[in-house]
């Protein structure tokens, strides 16, 4: 990614004051002012789709707000995503069906109808298991190697080097460069790589920016019936068995809400401890997070890429999840403060108005 350099003085100074000054109104209209360390273009594999996607909208002046009544969970946790670019040199290899949800997974024998895909033969995304119970959602995204299509599978599975892979592929592909809102996450049908903590975004020094995704516990939260079936926009679709598994009484709380920490809430009014924590919380704030899957039991989750896990226990000396201390307070305080943007739709995405930071850059790749 470009980095926005320092101007040096030169016999062009003049010319360098007007640009500084042009770039100044456009940032006063988007919202926040342009400073050195503004990424100038982004990388697409890192940080996808139009800057009015869903994904990458913040949330705006004429959000409403609603309480979501998030409580403390058990639990605190991390949706493994596998996200994959992908060479026009490596292998094909078909897609099956998983043999199974649970353990299994790679003893699928049905053929999915789609191209099969170039991947390397050491690419591996181990099988689910039975002992200790382990089903993850695996929820996966791959980048043709024409630099723009998404091939989104899940749950994905690769047992062993050069086999077939295994998953569902329920979603039309994407467009790396458009909306990018379908994908693999099967309880809402949303994308598998927009909204993604990837490597690197929970420690660096730059802020995240970008909305993120989350999983509550559907028995607990998430609103289901004859007239709102457990999901709204940008969300097309529940869970198979969304009328016997979601108990929620809001019925502004469903697959697809985006939720978000209202402007009044700070850093020192939540007693927030951890750096990780306060960097979420800004991404929460302004830009939200939006409802992908039902977590399944008392935890809350947020999304993220493989290798984020270990990446953050290396730089921070703790885990990401776990039942308790200082980072998973913060995380609890975090779901605590959200609230449902309750007018966030495909004309107000972000409720609307003034954003609250500026819109995403411009692709340089």
């Known amino acids: 990614m470009s980095i926005v350099r320092r101007s040096r003085k030169s016999q062009w100074q003049r010319y360098s004051l007007l640009i500084f000054l042009t770039g100044l109104v456009l940032s006063l209209v988007l919202g926040s002012i342009e400073t050195p360390g503004k990424i100038a273009t982004r990388d697409k594999f890192l940080w996808p789709f139009s800057p009015t996607s869903p994904w990458n909208m913040p949330i705006g002046s004429k959000a409403h707000y609603l309480p979501a009544n998030i409580a403390r969970a058990g639990f605190a946790g991390a949706d493994q995503e596998y996200l994959f670019k992908l060479s026009k040199g490596d292998p094909l290899r078909q897609l099956y069906e998983p043999g199974a949800w649970g353990e299994g997974r790679c003893k699928g024998t049905k053929p999915v109808g789609i191209s099969p895909l170039p991947v390397p033969d050491n690419l591996i995304v181990p099988d689910a298991t039975s002992k200790p119970y382990n089903t993850p959602n695996n929820a996966s995204a ?216 500026a819109l995403a850059p411009t692709i340089g790749n």
């Not at 723009?148 to 467009?175: M, N, W």
């Not at 809400?257 to 939540?270: N, Q, Y």
């Open 142 to 357: 791959f980048l043709l190697p024409d630099g723009k299509t998404l091939v989104q599978i899940g749950p994905l599975a690769r047992c062993q080097p050069g086999s077939p892979l295994y998953g569902f592929h329920y979603y039309h592909d994407e467009d790396i460069y458009g909306q990018g809102l379908g994908g693999s996450h099967f309880g809402s049908g949303l994308s598998a790589i927009g909204g993604s903590i990837r490597k690197g975004e929970l420690t660096s020094d730059q802020p995240i920016r970008h909305a993120l995704k989350i999983l509550l516990w559907g028995e607990k939260y998430l609103y289901y019936s004859k007239e709102i079936p457990g999901h709204r926009w940008p969300a097309a679709l529940a869970d198979n068995n969304a009328p016997n598994q979601y108990h929620g009484k809001n019925p502004a709380l469903m697959q697809g809400s985006l939720l978000a920490i209202p402007p009044r809430v700070t850093e020192a009014s939540l007693h927030l401890q951890t750096t990780p924590g306060k960097k979420l919380f800004h991404a929460l704030q302004n830009y939200g997070a939006y409802v992908v899957d039902d977590a399944g039991w008392d935890g809350h989750y947020f999304t993220v890429e493989k290798g984020v896990l270990e990446e953050f226990r290396k730089t921070f000396g703790y885990n990401f999840e776990g039942t308790g201390g200082k980072f998973y307070n913060d995380f609890m305080k975090l779901f605590q403060a959200l609230y449902i943007i309750d007018n966030n739709g495909p004309k107000s995405i972000g409720g609307g108005g003034k954003p609250r930071v």
